[in-house]
């Protein structure tokens, strides 16, 4: 039987680079929050022993796709645990709607969607903190996909504190470039000495993305779409771009501006929850 699941994005509606660790990453503070809106995958476990993703992904090689490296990963720590029989195989499809380098989290909520799912479907038993563990080695972002809460994250994204923004609309822009997170966080012009603060501070504060300003110099594009979406409402970049949004307070509001985008950029209007879809999808509701 086959099921369906949502891989919803995600949005940093802060980030701030708080420091530069020994081994090359960055301490930071970030507030995730999730869109009811993203990719959709479609599973059926079977007893093959093998992992088939149906829908490859060009210039992605199977073996380098989240997807399969999530469902090995699982099947390795549900077998180690003996929860899961060995001939235990899965087939995986994807409806792709997240651009890739966008800032919307799309690989590793995919990732994040494969363990929850595989998860209850093989009922192979792994709490939620397990296969955060087993995330946290695919990518820093996909254990809150896997939690599924809207969260407060330090260190490398890995420290995750529930949290509760308001659920606002956003409209969110992709200017039709591809931005590679390793290129922004290793640009000299980053900052990377934003003082810690507490997560009641930075709520009262303006939200702001210390990766911004890196992404605009070095991208026309996104720049351009900054400055346009500013016109109309408090705009900024997620994560490390390419994608930006913008905020409104209801949904045609959003949509109104979504028919003035310039040529050449897409977008879509979402709702902000602080329950993943993907969470509700595993509750039934």
């Given amino acids: 039987m086959i099921t369906h699941w949502p891989s919803p994005a995600k949005l940093n509606l802060f980030l701030y680079i708080t420091g530069r660790r020994p081994d090359g990453y960055h301490n930071l503070q970030t507030l995730f929050q999730f869109l009811d809106y993203g990719d959709t995958l479609q599973i059926s476990v079977d007893q093959s022993d093998s992992i088939q993703l149906l829908t490859p992904v060009a210039g992605v090689a199977e073996a380098d796709n989240l997807i399969v490296r999530a469902a090995e990963r699982l099947k390795q720590a549900a077998q180690a645990k003996q929860t899961l029989p060995p001939q235990a195989g899965a087939q995986i499809a994807i409806e792709k709607r997240l651009p890739m380098g966008g800032g919307l989290g799309g690989g590793s909520s995919n990732a994040a969607t494969v363990l929850v799912a595989l998860n209850h479907l093989w009922q192979t038993g792994l709490t939620p903190d397990e296969l955060a563990a087993i995330g946290v080695q695919l990518g820093a972002d996909v254990p809150v996909f896997v939690k599924g809460f809207a969260a407060f994250a330090q260190g490398v994204g890995e420290q995750l504190q529930p949290a509760e923004p308001e659920e606002k609309w956003y409209l969110v822009a992709h200017p039709g470039v591809s931005i590679s997170t390793p290129a922004v966080f290793n640009d000299p012009a980053l900052t990377r000495d934003t003082p810690v603060r507490s997560l009641a501070t930075l709520l009262s504060s303006p939200f702001a993305n210390d990766c911004e300003a890196v992404v605009r110099k070095r991208f026309r594009e996104v720049d351009e779409l900054v400055s346009w979406l500013l016109e109309y409402a408090p705009s ?50």
């Fill in 236 to 285: 900024r970049l997620t994560g490390t771009g390419a994608c930006v949004f913008a905020e409104f307070d209801t949904e045609s509001a959003a949509r109104q501006v979504l028919e003035l985008a310039p040529n050449g950029v897409r977008g879509f209007v979402a709702r902000g929850v602080n329950v993943s879809p993907l969470q509700r999808a595993l509750r039934g509701d």
